[in-house]
Every structure is written in structure tokens, then in C-alpha cells.
């Protein structure tokens, strides 16, 4: 069973646009949830987390909001970058041990 | 470089022949982890360690697999009479074991498997 769901496989954005990218979970034991960057034939590059005790974290032009009562995560990317063309993947924990991975968002910013 | 590495970065291999992997973790981190991600998929988790014990299985981990961590540094997944469901991208991932904002896990690069 996928406790951790991307339903968008893939996004397209223009540059300079916002991209937005959402993740939905099953598990309401799950406090921490983190996104990570895909490139081709490369591992996950860890980008933003976020802890649920908080409703919102910012990085720069990343900033993660958490919805507990929904179940529901976003990552706003403002402004999009072609550099951030690759596949995003949302990932929640209950306890630190183990780490649920979405199916990913692949994101392609146009220029 | 002081991130996560691994190696090789890709293996070719007949079916039933045995391959094995190495990971070697950010030096600083307690815990390590191994995944599997196939084309599609995101990255299922296998089994992770704290120090050299094996403390968590997955059940996709079968008998044909067995990881190691002997002296709680680099660790070994080694896979057995392969088959060609074992064609994935093998990742390896390590943290701090305490919780909160530290326990992110950082992955390395992965290990390409074709079992041809």
C-alpha cells in the first residue's frame, strides 16, 4: 500500500512562474516529511523538510507547506528555474527509521 | 568529497550470478540505509542499520539478500543467483540517528544493476 501519493507525474512551468507539487499521505503517525530532487542515473539530493509541528518552512526560493488535517504537502518552487527540470519526490516518517517515498513529479521548466 | 559513495556506479551481470555493492556513509553518520528504485518508482526501502546493527528488514529484502555493516562504518549488499527482477537502482543513505531536524538522510549516487 503507497501511504506516501504524487498523483501528478509530471508538471510543466514556465520560467519564472511558480511550480507547485503536491504530495498526500495515509499515515497520520507521520511527523516529518521531506522533498528530494531526482536527476537521471543520480541519487535524491535532499532539498526542503519539514516538521509537523509547523505549518510552513522556507529556503530560498523553496518553502514546503504541510496540511496535517488534509494530509497534504506542497513544495512551491517561485521563481522556476530550467535548472530545476528533474523528478521531485515527497517523503514522510512516523518514527526516523523508516522513510516513505512518494512516486515522484517530474518538473519541466520552459524557457 | 565527504557525501555519500558508492560503489560500482553500474553493474552488468548474468542471471544467476552473485554481485555486491558498497556503500561508504557521511563519516559523521550513525545510520545507513539501503533502498531499491526501479524506473517509475520512487526509492522502497531495504534495511537500515545504527552503528553495525541491522535493525529494521523490508519484506522485498528475500533471502537472495543480505546487507553488512561489520565495524559500523562502510557497509555491503550483496545479492544472490540474481534474476532479472533485480534490475534497479540500488541506493544507499545515511542520517544521524537522533530525531528531529537532523535525521535527514542524504543519498549517494546509487548502483545501476542489470541482470541480463
Known amino acids: ?111 | 568529497d565527504t557525501g555519500v559513495s558508492q560503489d560500482p556506479r553500474h553493474k552488468i551481470t548474468k542471471r544467476g550470478q552473485n554481485v555486491t555493492f558498497r556503500c561508504d556513509p557521511i563519516s559523521e553518520h550513525n545510520r545507513l540505509y539501503w533502498y531499491r528504485q526501479t524506473l517509475g518508482q520512487g526509492p522502497e526501502f531495504l534495511t537500515y542499520f545504527q552503528n553495525e546493527a541491522q535493525l529494521e528488514k523490508s519484506r522485498l529484502l528475500s533471502d537472495r539478500f543480505s546487507a553488512e555493516r561489520p565495524k559500523g562504518s562502510f557497509s555491503t549488499l550483496e545479492i544472490q543467483r540474481t534474476e532479472q527482477g533485480d534490475s534497479a537502482m540500488y541506493l544507499c543513505a545515511s542520517s544521524f540517528s537522533d530525531w528531529g531536524a537532523r535525521n535527514t538522510i542524504y543519498f549517494g549516487e546509487g548502483s545501476w544493476l542489470t541482470v541480463v
Not at chain 1, 52 to 59: A, H
Open chain 1, 1 to 111: 500500500d503507497q501511504q506516501v501519493k504524487q498523483n501528478s507525474p509530471s508538471l510543466s512551468v514556465q520560467e519564472g512562474r511558480i511550480s507547485i507539487l503536491n504530495c498526500d499521505y495515509t499515515n497520520s503517525m507521520f511527523d516529518y516529511f521531506l522533498w528530494y530532487k531526482k536527476y537521471p542515473a543520480e541519487g535524491p539530493t535532499f532539498l526542503i523538510s519539514i516538521s509537523s509541528i509547523k505549518d510552513k518552512n522556507e529556503d530560498g526560493r523553496f518553502t514546503v507547506f504541510l496540511n496535517k488535517s488534509a494530509k497534504h504537502l506542497s513544495l512551491h518552487i517561485v521563481p522556476s528555474q530550467p535548472g530545476d527540470s528533474a523528478v521531485y519526490f515527497c517523503a514522510a516518517s512516523a518514527t526516523g527509521n523508516q522513510f516513505y517515498f512518494g512516486t515522484g513529479t517530474s518538473l519541466t521548466v520552459i524557457p
